[in-house]
C-alpha cells in the first residue's frame, strides 16, 4: 500500500489545514461532502480542518460559460494547503469555449503526477491482499495537450492530434514512480509504453525514464522492468501479482488504472492524489455517474480514500491509516456496501460505518 508521503514539504506544524473543495458534477456532490465528514471526524490526529468550498465543471460551465473560474485557482493558490476534487461531466462532443477542468487544474497547479493505488482487502487483518499495485500517471502532457484540428482532405474530413512527450516531464514522473518503488518491500518499477510502434514519443518516455537513476545516483536497489501498454492489460487480469509500480504516459495511465479498478470490484474504491512539489489534491477515480447521480447510491469509499492518500502526502499519517483501517474494515465485513459492490446501502450508511470505525 502507499504507506509513505512522497513529499515532505507539509509536515510543518500548522494549527488549522485549509482544504479546497471541489464537488464539481454529478456524483462528486454526494461523496466529497462524504470524505469532508471522515477528515472531521480523525479530530486531533490532523490540524483543524478548515474548508473552502470552490466551483468548477461542466455546470459551472453552462451556467457561467466557464469551466474553471479564475477565482477557483488563484485561492487554491493563495489560501489552501490542499484540496478534494470530486468528478467532472465532460460531455463527448466538442463545446466551444469548454475544456476539462480537471485537466487544467493539473496544468495551473503543476500536479504533475497522479498516484493512482489499487488495492484489495485481503479476508483477514494482516493478511498480504491478492492485488497490491500503484499506477504512477504522467499527468500534464500526452494527448490531453488538446491541441486537435480537423481539415478537409483527399478523403473527406482528416482529424489530427499532437501528443507531447518532453524530457522534463518524463523525468520528473520517472523520479517520482522511483521514490514510490524504492519505498516499497518488493522495489519493483515497470515503465508503460508502446515504443515499438511510438518509437519517438514513447521512446522518449522509456530511456528518460530508464535514466533516472544514473542521472540521480540513487534507486540502485530498484529493479526495472518493461511492457507493452496492450500486454500490460492483459497481464493486469491474468496476473496482477506481477506488478508492483507501474509509470505511463497520460492516457496509457489513465486506462491501465481504470482497468485495475475490475480487479478490486469496482471504480468506487479506487484513490488518487494529484500531486506536484508544492501541492496536492485528492480526486476519486471514478466519474460523475450520471445514471445514480441524486439517488443517495454513489460509493463514498474512493472520495474517503483519496482523503487519506492526501493526508498522508501531507505527513499526517495516523490520520490517514485510520482512515484506510476503518475503510477495510467495513469492506472486510460486508455488511454495508453500495450497489456497484452488489450491496443495498445507501451513500449515507457506507459513511456512516466508516465513521462508527474510526
Given at each position: 500500500m502507499?504507506?509513505?508521503?512522497?513529499?515532505?514539504?507539509?509536515?510543518?506544524?500548522?494549527?488549522?489545514?485549509?482544504?479546497g473543495?471541489?464537488?464539481?458534477?454529478?456524483?462528486?456532490?454526494?461523496?466529497?461532502?462524504?470524505?469532508?465528514?471522515?477528515?472531521?471526524?480523525?479530530?486531533?490526529?490532523?490540524?483543524?480542518?478548515?474548508?473552502?468550498?470552490?466551483?468548477?465543471?461542466?455546470?459551472?460551465?453552462?451556467?457561467?460559460?466557464?469551466?474553471?473560474?479564475?477565482?477557483?485557482?488563484?485561492?487554491?493558490?493563495?489560501?489552501?494547503?490542499?484540496?478534494?476534487?470530486?468528478?467532472?461531466?465532460?460531455?463527448?462532443?466538442?463545446?466551444?469555449?469548454?475544456?476539462?477542468?480537471?485537466?487544467?487544474?493539473?496544468?495551473?497547479?503543476?500536479?504533475?503526477?497522479?498516484?493512482?493505488?489499487?488495492?484489495?482487502?485481503?479476508?483477514?487483518?494482516?493478511?498480504?491482499?491478492?492485488?497490491?499495485?500503484?499506477?504512477?500517471?504522467?499527468?500534464?502532457?500526452?494527448?490531453?495537450?488538446?491541441?486537435?484540428?480537423?481539415?478537409?482532405?483527399?478523403?473527406?474530413?482528416?482529424?489530427?492530434?499532437t501528443?507531447?512527450?518532453t524530457?522534463?516531464?518524463?523525468?520528473?514522473?520517472?523520479?517520482?514512480?522511483?521514490?514510490?518503488?524504492?519505498?516499497?518491500?518488493?522495489k519493483?518499477?515497470?515503465?508503460?509504453?508502446?515504443?515499438?510502434?511510438?518509437?519517438?514519443?514513447?521512446?522518449?518516455?522509456?530511456?528518460?525514464?530508464?535514466?533516472?537513476?544514473?542521472?540521480?545516483?540513487?534507486?540502485?536497489?530498484?529493479?526495472?522492468a518493461?511492457?507493452?501498454?496492450d500486454?500490460?492489460?492483459?497481464?493486469?487480469?491474468?496476473?496482477?501479482?506481477?506488478?508492483?509500480?507501474?509509470?505511463?504516459?497520460?492516457?496509457?495511465?489513465?486506462?491501465?488504472?481504470?482497468?485495475?479498478?475490475?480487479?478490486?470490484?469496482?471504480?468506487?474504491?479506487?484513490?488518487?492524489?494529484?500531486?506536484?512539489?508544492?501541492f496536492?489534491?485528492?480526486e476519486?477515480?471514478?466519474?460523475?455517474?450520471?445514471?445514480?447521480?441524486?439517488?443517495?447510491?454513489?460509493?463514498?469509499?474512493?472520495?474517503?480514500?483519496?482523503?487519506?492518500?492526501?493526508?498522508?502526502?501531507?505527513?499526517?499519517?495516523?490520520?490517514?491509516?485510520?482512515?484506510?483501517?476503518?475503510?477495510?474494515?467495513?469492506?472486510?465485513?460486508?455488511?454495508?456496501?453500495?450497489?456497484?459492490?452488489?450491496?443495498?446501502?445507501?451513500?449515507?450508511?457506507?459513511?456512516?460505518?466508516?465513521?462508527?470505525?474510526?
Amino acid at each position: 500500500m502507499f504507506r509513505a508521503p512522497l513529499r515532505s514539504f507539509a509536515t510543518q506544524a500548522r494549527s488549522s489545514l485549509k482544504i479546497g473543495l471541489i464537488p464539481a458534477d454529478g456524483i462528486g456532490k454526494e461523496v466529497i461532502p462524504a470524505a469532508r465528514q471522515a477528515i472531521v471526524a480523525l479530530g486531533s490526529d490532523i490540524p483543524k480542518p478548515e474548508f473552502i468550498n470552490l466551483h468548477a465543471g461542466w455546470e459551472t460551465f453552462t451556467r457561467t460559460g466557464v469551466a474553471l473560474p479564475h477565482e477557483t485557482v488563484e485561492i487554491l493558490k493563495s489560501e489552501c494547503d490542499c484540496a478534494l476534487f470530486g468528478s467532472v461531466s465532460s460531455p463527448s462532443r466538442k463545446v466551444t469555449g469548454y475544456s476539462s477542468p480537471i485537466v487544467q487544474l493539473r496544468k495551473e497547479l503543476d500536479l504533475y503526477a497522479n498516484v493512482r493505488p489499487v488495492v484489495s482487502v485481503a479476508p483477514n487483518a494482516g493478511e498480504q491482499p491478492a492485488v497490491d499495485l500503484i499506477v504512477v500517471r504522467e499527468n500534464t502532457e500526452c494527448l490531453y495537450v488538446k491541441q486537435e484540428q480537423q481539415i478537409d482532405g483527399p478523403n473527406g474530413k482528416e482529424a489530427r492530434a499532437t501528443r507531447l512527450i518532453t524530457e522534463r516531464a518524463s523525468r520528473r514522473i520517472g523520479q517520482m514512480a522511483f521514490e514510490l518503488a524504492a519505498a516499497r518491500s518488493r522495489k519493483h518499477l515497470t515503465i508503460i509504453h508502446k515504443s515499438n510502434v511510438l518509437s519517438i514519443t514513447d521512446g522518449l518516455f522509456r530511456e528518460t525514464v530508464r535514466g533516472v537513476p544514473a542521472l540521480t545516483g540513487k534507486y540502485s536497489d530498484v529493479t526495472i522492468a518493461e511492457q507493452l501498454v496492450d500486454s500490460a492489460v492483459y497481464r493486469l487480469f491474468r496476473e496482477p501479482e506481477v506488478f508492483d509500480v507501474m509509470v505511463a504516459p497520460n492516457l496509457y495511465g489513465d486506462i491501465i488504472s481504470d482497468a485495475a479498478a475490475a480487479l478490486v470490484g469496482s471504480l468506487g474504491l479506487i484513490p488518487s492524489i494529484n500531486a506536484g512539489d508544492d501541492f496536492v489534491m485528492g480526486e476519486p477515480v471514478h466519474g460523475s455517474a450520471p445514471d445514480i447521480e441524486g439517488k443517495g447510491i454513489a460509493n463514498p469509499i474512493a472520495s474517503i480514500r483519496s482523503a487519506a492518500l492526501m493526508l498522508r502526502h501531507l505527513g499526517y499519517t495516523k490520520g490517514a491509516d485510520r482512515l484506510d483501517v476503518a475503510v477495510d474494515q467495513v469492506i472486510r465485513e460486508g455488511r454495508y456496501l453500495t450497489p456497484d459492490l452488489k450491496g443495498t446501502s445507501t451513500t449515507q450508511e457506507v459513511l456512516d460505518a466508516v465513521l462508527g470505525k474510526l
